[in-house]
């Protein structure tokens, strides 16, 4: 499996972290950077990359980090195609795959620490969205506001 993974700087540490359990684990990683911790970069700028290459196909899942979760699960959300959670717990690591089909993970690097992170990212990247009927018709009328002009 192909995993995409970006943070800015709050969520730096954790993703040198996790980058390096991804690739012990076998999974090929692409790394979006940032390259380095820097207090002036933005998770838009690393983020957004991310995920245009889960919504192309060119990695099969995506994590994303900033220092809460939150900043980063909403720009990869505005991507279309992609579906974004900010997941902090075990059930909803796996429920957001197999109910919504999730394919981008979005997490605090400030709120919770590198053992939870990696539980929580390994239930993720081992879930498969279930594709049942209520599902899925969930899922197409959440893809549909995606092609739909916002209404006055």
């Known amino acids: 499996m192909r995993v995409g993974i970006a943070s800015d700087h709050g969520g730096f540490v954790l993703k040198e972290q996790i980058v390096n359990l991804l690739r012990d684990a076998a999974y ?3 790394d979006f950077g ?3 911790p820097s207090p002036g970069d933005d998770y838009p700028d690393y983020v ?3 995920a245009r290459a889960v919504a192309a196909g060119k990695v099969d899942r995506g994590i994303a980090l900033c220092g809460s979760g939150v900043g980063a699960s909403i720009c990869a959300n505005k991507v279309a195609g992609v579906r974004a959670g900010l997941i902090h717990d075990v059930f909803s690591a796996h429920q957001g795959v197999e109910d919504d ?3 981008v993970f979005s997490l605090g690097g400030q709120v919770i ?3 939870l992170a990696w539980e929580l990212i390994q ?3 081992k879930a498969r969205f279930s594709g049942a009927i209520r599902h899925q018709r969930r899922v197409d009328k959440v893809s549909a506001l995606e092609i739909q ?3 006055e």
């Open 28 to 30: 090929e990683v692409v």
């Open 48 to 50: 957004i990359p991310l």
């Open 101 to 103: 089909d999730m394919n």
């Open 149 to 151: 002009p916002v209404a």
């Open 113 to 115: 620490g590198p053992a």
């Open 34 to 36: 940032a390259p380095h």
């Open 123 to 125: 239930m993720f990247l």
